[in-house]
């Protein structure tokens, strides 16, 4: 089964500052998804990574898709109290269309 | 666009209950797939609803069953409820790739 580990499970962060959340799976994958989820709310579409070297930002979020490594990364640049929340990432097997979720990180920005 | 919808929004239950949980996909969306998240961890695949009939299924056993109609909506059924089904169901529908995430429905068993 493929398995996603996300990195650290916890982040508390100042505002202002950059740090980046990593995302490692096991198996080979070429699509990666990142969501945001806010207390008791759903799940929140970020980015949609579909290649090797993909790279997407939006506002003070950039994620980028390394498939060689497994690896993807997302950084947080000039952090403030709104993205505060828990950070998912995901990847779907190629066999199949179903996700597979990392543990979360859950960031708390602190004015 | 309504987007994905979920019924009903919180619902309670005791242990041995039997439980259906209703999902509207998005507009154009012809897939469905069902995810369970327990308190503090990430969703956990538990089946996916494809042209009526169920196209893939996780680690979850025969009391979870499921249904999709042919307007695409579906029902998540769970029988012999235990407290560990205590969790956020989410429904998520999608056409080809992404998938989009309803609101979901907390269900707690007592």
């Known amino acids: 089964e493929l398995k996603v580990e996300q990195n650290p499970l916890f982040l508390s962060m100042q505002e202002g500052k950059n740090y980046t959340i990593y995302c490692n799976y096991s198996?080979?994958?070429?699509?990666l998804y990142w969501y945001r989820q806010d207390p008791g709310k759903s799940l929140e579409s970020l980015f949609v990574?579909?290649?090797?070297?993909a790279v997407k930002q939006e506002g003070r979020l950039m994620a980028s898709l390394d498939t060689k490594a497994r690896l993807s990364t997302l950084h947080i640049t000039a952090a403030v109290h709104d993205l505060s929340a828990t950070y998912f990432c995901a990847v779907d097997s190629r066999e199949a269309n179903n996700l597979f979720f990392g543990t979360g990180t859950r960031l708390t920005v602190i004015p | 666009d309504a987007g994905v919808t979920q019924s009903p929004t919180h619902l309670i239950k005791t242990r041995g209950q039997q439980v259906t949980l209703r999902c509207s996909p998005k507009?154009?969306?012809?897939?469905v797939s069902w995810y369970q998240q327990a308190l503090g961890q990430g969703p956990q695949f538990i089946f996916q609803?494809?042209?009526?009939?169920?196209?893939q299924r996780g680690n979850f056993p025969d009391r979870f069953s499921g249904h999709q109609f042919p307007n695409y909506s579906s029902e998540l059924n769970v029988n012999a409820l235990l407290l560990g089904d205590s969790a956020l169901y989410l429904c998520a529908s999608s056409f080809l790739l992404e998938q989009f995430f309803g609101p979901g429905t907390r269900l707690t068993v007592l």
């Open positions: 990574l579909l290649s090797n070297g």
């Open positions: 198996t080979t994958s070429d699509r």
């Open positions: 609803y494809y042209e009526e009939e169920e196209r």
């Open positions: 507009s154009g969306h012809d897939t």
